[in-house]
């Protein structure tokens, strides 16, 4: 029998039951696609390949689990004492979204490291 770990995750906790309820109706389970107004009425970046780099951007917000990296990680209310020690250079989803906003990566490969370093700093917070 192997030993298999479990990390929970935000998404992990929607709980039992045939799905969530809306105005009194249970809602199907099956997916649907998700719109953030946000992100619809935003100009063309300067590339196209900014222009998929945006739409990258829109898939990871929507995504169900994306809501812990939509803003930066509050380590005092966490109460993460050893967080600017583990993580020297923190990087979220909202950071992203206000420099494409802005007009500030030059290219896909400086939005691409932005979007890998999210992701790569919570793995030294996790690994045991």
Same mark, same amino acid.
């Not at 107004?37 to 196209?48: G, I, S, W």
């Not at 600017?84 to 909202?94: A, F, H, N, S, Y």
């Not at 890998?116 to 700093?121: I, P, Q």
């Given at each position: ?5 479990? !990390?929970?995750?935000?998404?992990? +906790?929607?709980g039992p039951g045939p799905g969530p309820v809306e105005g009194g109706e249970v809602l199907s389970r099956r997916k649907k ?5 946000? @992100?619809?009425? !935003?100009? *063309? ?8 780099? $945006? ?5 990871? $917000?929507?995504? %169900?689990?994306?809501? *812990? +990296? ?6 005092? &209310?966490?109460?993460?004492?050893? /967080?600017?020690?583990?993580? %020297?250079? *923190?990087?979220?989803l909202g950071t992203i979204r206000g420099r494409m906003l802005a007009h500030e990566y030059r290219s896909a490969s400086d @939005?691409?490291?932005? !979007?890998?370093? !999210? +992701?790569?700093?919570?793995? *030294?917070? /996790?690994? &045991?």
């Amino acid at each position: 029998m192997q030993d298999r770990r479990h !990390v929970a995750r935000a998404c992990d +906790f929607a709980g039992p039951g045939p799905g969530p309820v809306e105005g009194g109706e249970v809602l199907s389970r099956r997916k649907k696609k998700a719109k953030n107004l946000d @992100f619809v009425a !935003v100009e *063309p970046q300067k590339t196209p390949q900014l222009n998929l780099c $945006w739409e990258v951007l829109m898939r990871l $917000w929507n995504h %169900k689990c994306s809501a *812990p +990296f939509r803003e930066p990680v509050d380590a005092v &209310a966490l109460g993460l004492a050893d /967080y600017e020690q583990i993580v %020297k250079t *923190p990087m979220d989803l909202g950071t992203i979204r206000g420099r494409m906003l802005a007009h500030e990566y030059r290219s896909a490969s400086d @939005f691409a490291r932005d !979007v890998r370093l !999210v +992701f790569s700093n919570c793995l *030294p917070m /996790y690994s &045991a």
